[in-house]
């Protein structure tokens, strides 16, 4: 007869932020990309919620993050380019969790202090209120990180390639703060990384496999143009970004070990997500802060690291933007979202309705059929675009933007995916565009924003 296992006592679940810089939402293989192996995203995917239409509303790094962490659009909070600093006194997602007797961590890349230099230090009164904070400004040597925080203000060399020596760093720290047993404070802890941010160089660690693929084997997006100068960039930039991700890969596979090694992987959500794309020679751009999917549409799935206890598995094609993260994540340990967090909490996708944490979600009821894009100011880089511009992608799966005073862009996602059919001077789509117009001037007219919008309406 087989014993009845003992299972833990019932106690508020913990949460875990994981994500990497500049990794867009194509490039995982459960996505369909054929250049890449990630095993353990893909787990994650199978074991839990899948968010395949989230996207990075505002697709630069200090934009991003801003909202992220305060649950406010970009022009809402302060932080509307790279460099920006979060204004200190906004209370953040981890003030809140704080308040609700969390233990709070943050490790890795924090870029919320309003400068790109790796020797900028970031005081304490301006790490969002985490309780434990070990990390840096910004950093693009991969194979030379520091970082410093609570364990020492003065900057430490990482041993080895920043994914995997940020990853231990932060396993210590979970395994020193649950070394209590089941008297332990629960957690919300973020795990930020700068790969597979450029420079694409690919990590050489012995540790994990990977399959290094040669750039002369790299299958192309059909938007990458069949220019050689694109293609022979892109080949040898994708070949370094790959193989940066199949090591974010085998690190998470890492860390939900441990999780299960310490005993709490059944009462912890893992949340995946990016901060936003990289164009890599698609449209013939490069980087991010571009309309395009491969800029804007980032991984986003939620799991239960132990399994499906009380976790809904599959996925939806809720449209989640960045200032959702914060109150999904709230919403999954049933804290109430705060007013000045005017994102929309989608934990009621993820969480079972008849488990106790549930407590009235609302679940699909008031969700917004649509998501806000932006890039608040112009932009100058080499291969990007150098204007401003403001979007919106509906969950029907059209995509309209436009630029100061000119309609720009206007694709039906589900019959073209690779955005190659512009549809936004065609008057056989004006009634659509008219549509689209009027959902994105009331974005910016509910949001506060200010953007000159052209006059689309045709002469009679």
């Known amino acids: 007869m087989l014993k009845k296992l003992a299972l833990r006592p019932q106690r508020k679940p913990n949460v875990i932020w994981i994500f990497g810089d500049q990794h867009r939402a194509q490039a995982l293989s459960h996505r369909g990309d054929p250049n890449v192996f990630t ?89 969002g209120g985490f309780q434990y904070w070990m990390g840096y400004e910004n950093n693009n040597n991969q194979n030379e990180s520091y970082v410093y925080g609570s364990e020492s203000e003065t900057p430490l060399r990482l041993e080895g390639y920043e994914t995997d020596s940020l990853r231990k760093l932060f396993i210590q720290h979970l395994e020193a703060h649950v070394s209590e047993g089941d008297d332990y404070q629960p957690f919300f ?54 193989a940066m ?28 997500f990016s901060d936003h794309g990289d164009m ?30 009380n976790m809904q598995v599959g996925k939806t094609d809720a449209v989640l933007n960045h200032v959702d993260i914060a109150p999904t994540t709230l919403g999954l340990c049933g804290i109430q979202v705060p007013q000045q967090m005017v994102g929309h909490d989608y934990s009621g996708h993820c969480i079972r309705s008849d488990a106790p ?48 005073a000119n309609d720009w862009l206007l694709f039906n ?20 565009k008219e549509e689209c117009h009027k959902l994105l001037k009331s974005w910016i007219e509910k949001t506060g924003d200010s953007f000159h919008l052209p006059e689309i309406r045709l002469e009679p």
């Open 357 to 404: 944490e549930y407590k009235g979600i609302t679940g699909q009821a008031g969700e917004p059929e649509s998501a806000y894009l932006q890039q608040i100011p112009r932009k100058m880089h080499a291969h990007s675009v150098n204007k401003a511009w403001r979007g919106i992608i509906t969950r029907d799966g059209w995509k309209y933007v436009c630029t100061p």
């Open 245 to 272: 991700i199949e090591n974010l890969d085998y690190n998470i596979g890492e860390l939900r070990a441990a999780l299960k090694q310490m005993k709490i992987d059944r009462e912890t959500y893992l949340v995946f």
């Open 39 to 127: 095993p353990n995203i893909d787990n994650l995917a199978r074991e839990g919620m899948r968010f395949d239409s989230a996207v990075s509303g505002a697709p630069w790094c200090c934009p991003f993050r801003g909202a992220l962490l305060t649950g406010m659009y970009p022009h809402q909070n302060g932080v509307t380019e790279t460099p920006s600093a979060l204004d200190p006194a906004l209370p953040t997602v981890a003030t809140i969790f704080n308040e609700a007797g969390y233990h709070t961590t943050y490790v890795g890349k924090w870029h919320l202090d309003g400068s790109n230099s790796r020797e900028h230090y970031v005081p304490p009164d301006h790490r």
């Open 413 to 432: 996602m589900i019959e073209d995916p690779f955005e190659q059919a512009n549809f936004v001077h065609d008057v056989s789509y004006q009634s659509k």
């Open 280 to 309: 890599l020679g698609s449209h013939a751009q490069w980087g991010k802060s571009a309309p395009w999917e491969e800029s804007i549409r980032i991984p986003f799935i939620i799991s239960k690291v132990g399994g499906r206890d």
């Open 189 to 242: 802890a973020v795990l930020s990384v700068q790969p597979p941010h450029d420079p694409y160089i690919a990590p050489s660690n012995p540790d994990y496999p990977t399959s290094r693929r040669h750039p002369e084997q790299i299958i192309f997006r059909p938007n990458v143009p069949e220019v050689t100068w694109i293609q022979e960039k892109a080949r040898f930039d994708l070949a370094g970004y790959y």
